[in-house]
């Protein structure tokens, strides 16, 4: 009796054509892989790549983290399973360069973190191909496209804070000085002192974010946001960023190192 071959279960699925970029690749069982796929019209989705980790397999190439590639796929009710894949870029240099691996991790496992599964949303799609690309190319530096990332993914997604006038009272944006991350957004002088994890943000900040958020990753690379205000952009937006995802980003941690080695490296 012949075996069966393993796509013979899969007679009745339906067969879903659809681009899509991986967020993240597990190991499973002796050969296969698990994989995390954002698409902009299907949503976030998991996808089994049989074989994927066999050296002579076809899926090898095209399921690597950070690919981006039109994938045709089983529809399984938890879990689809990959039947071919066309490789649209697989923004090599992400694994070539640790810093820019490092940031291209940190906006996958966001991502990753603060979507639902098969929530339609192109324009976060687009954003994170988008993301990808900048990182890739390495212009703008890989920290600030990271950080408009973020500024723009909370956008995206509902979760922008108050960056026009104080959270707390209503007063313009011109007379704060403050981010509240627990509050959600700038904080004036006079309201301050009754939040506990107020954290300055200044003028050039302020400014910094509004053109991360309203400039493309193409045209970023014109900016020169003083080093301070950049700073205040990230410490403001990471602790905003880890209480709204309710949970702990690893890839955090390993920038935080990286940037605690180039300082140090930098005294020597």
């Known amino acids: ?15 879903v054509r ?20 954002l698409s902009g019209s299907d949503g976030k989705f998991e996808a089994l790549a049989r074989g994927a980790r066999r050296p002579r397999s076809r899926l090898v190439g095209v399921t690597q983290q950070f690919s981006q590639a039109r994938w045709l796929l089983f529809r399984g009710r938890n879990l689809d399973t990959l039947s071919s894949a066309e490789l649209v870029s697989a923004h090599s240099n992400l694994g070539a360069d640790v810093v820019k691996m490092a940031y291209a991790s940190y906006v996958a496992e966001l ?26 190319s390495g212009t703008p530096d890989p920290r600030i496209a990271a950080l408009a990332f973020e500024i723009k993914f909370m956008a995206a997604t509902g979760f922008l804070p108050e960056l026009g006038q104080c959270v707390v009272c209503g007063a313009p944006a011109e007379q704060t000085a403050w981010f509240g991350p627990e509050a959600g957004g700038l904080v ?19 400014e910094t974010a509004r053109l991360l958020l309203a400039l493309g990753f193409d045209r970023m690379q014109v900016l020169k946001p003083p080093g301070d205000a950049v700073g205040e952009l990230e410490a403001a937006f990471r ?11 690893h890839s955090l941690d390993f920038i935080r190192d990286l940037r605690r080695m180039e300082r140090e490296g930098g005294q020597s």
């Open 188 to 206: 004036c002088g006079r309201c301050r002192p009754r939040l506990r994890d107020a954290a300055p943000l200044g003028p050039a900040a302020r």
């Open 239 to 249: 602790t905003y960023v880890d209480q709204r995802a309710e949970r702990k980003l």
């Open 18 to 37: 659809c681009e899509g970029i991986v967020l993240k690749v597990k190991d499973f069982g002796e050969a296969d892989r698990i994989l995390t796929v």
């Open 111 to 136: 991502v990753d973190k603060m979507t639902g599964e098969r929530e339609r949303n192109d324009q976060l799609y687009s954003l994170v191909v988008a993301a990808f690309d900048a990182l890739d």
């Open 1 to 15: 009796m012949r075996p069966r071959r393993p796509y013979a279960r899969m007679i009745g699925l339906a067969l």
